[in-house]
């Protein structure tokens, strides 16, 4: 529980080793099924305005790998573009696509998703992000479809919210 998942710490590496600083570790844990599903088991006796959404966040969740690191020394020029070139490498070699990449001023955020398309809704996602003297990295698997619904109810009522109701999302 106290790691990352071998996903995660492979971009977790390529990003420390692409912004050429040293970093602490603040905190890393690996949550599976079990104990997501002993969550969602705890939840049903929390009783909140919001709970059911809380619910459905965490119901879409299958599983969750966390990092976050803080930067030991001043940040030093390094390179964005070497970046992308090394994690979009080393990802692609491990069956990851880059969805996004974002490098604004101090902030870099970078997010993949698994080629793997299987028969359920369930997909995989792992991201990085560089703020300043921090790091965050994240791989997790979510169920999609519950993931829209939870988006559709944040939608304004303009037909675009049945629209994604109706969607089914394929990557």
């Not at 965490?58 to 940040?75: C, F, M, P, T």
């Not at 791989?139 to 994604?164: F, N």
């Amino acid at each position: 529980m106290l790691t990352l998942d071998s996903d995660a710490a492979v971009l977790r590496r390529e990003v420390m080793a692409a912004t050429d600083a040293n970093w602490h570790t603040k905190v890393q844990l690996d949550i599976g099924g079990i104990t997501l599903g002993a969550v969602r088991t705890g939840l049903r006796f929390v009783h909140h305005e919001h709970m059911d959404e809380a619910r459905l966040a965490l119901h879409a969740v299958r599983s969750a790998s966390v990092g976050v690191y803080e930067r030991d020394s001043n940040e030093a020029g390094w390179s964005r573009a070497q970046l992308f070139t090394r994690t979009d490498e080393m990802m692609k070699q491990r069956g990851w696509t880059r969805l996004v990449g974002v490098a604004d001023g101090r902030e870099t955020v970078l997010i993949y998703t698994s080629d793997v398309s299987g028969t359920d809704s369930r997909i995989g996602l792992c991201l990085a992000v560089v703020d300043g003297q921090e790091l965050v990295v994240v791989s997790t698997k979510v169920d999609a479809g519950v993931l829209a619904e939870l988006a559709a109810k944040h939608m304004p009522k303009d037909g675009l919210r049945e629209k994604l109701r109706t969607v089914k999302l394929n990557f």
